[in-house]
């Protein structure tokens, strides 16, 4: 069974920084792109950033590029989103998505998500 467990969400001030994780399991992790996507109060699914099987090449939206670092570990099945510099825009439910291949953004299984507000 394909299982999806994102944490590291919590309540952070404007500027803070956290580190999201999302461990993956029931699967052969490094044989996947993955991506993390949000959702904010009340609008629709943003891609955040992505990262291809062997993390080679990731990709960002503009809105987290430069703040925003995607990152895993193919060896303990993890994938990780270090965000810095974060703003009040950035609260939002954060999801880990598993992609149908290595290399393309075609989401079969995601996670609960976790919860990133940024306040002061």
């Known amino acids: 069974e394909v299982q999806l467990v994102e944490s590291g969400g919590g309540l952070v001030q404007p500027g803070g920084s956290l580190r999201l994780s999302c461990v993956a399991s029931g699967f052969t992790f490094s044989n996947y792109f993955m991506s993390w996507v949000r959702q904010a109060p009340g609008k629709g699914l943003e891609l955040v950033s992505s990262?291809?099987?062997?993390?080679?090449?990731?990709k960002y939206s503009d809105s987290v590029k430069g703040r925003f670092t995607i990152s895993r570990d193919n060896a303990k099945n993890t994938l990780y989103l270090q965000m810095n510099s974060l703003k009040p825009e950035d609260t939002a439910v954060y999801y880990c998505a598993k992609s149908r291949g290595p290399s393309g953004p075609s989401y079969d299984y995601w996670g609960q998500g976790t919860q990133v507000t940024v306040s002061s």
């Open positions: 990262i291809i099987n062997n993390g080679g090449n990731t």
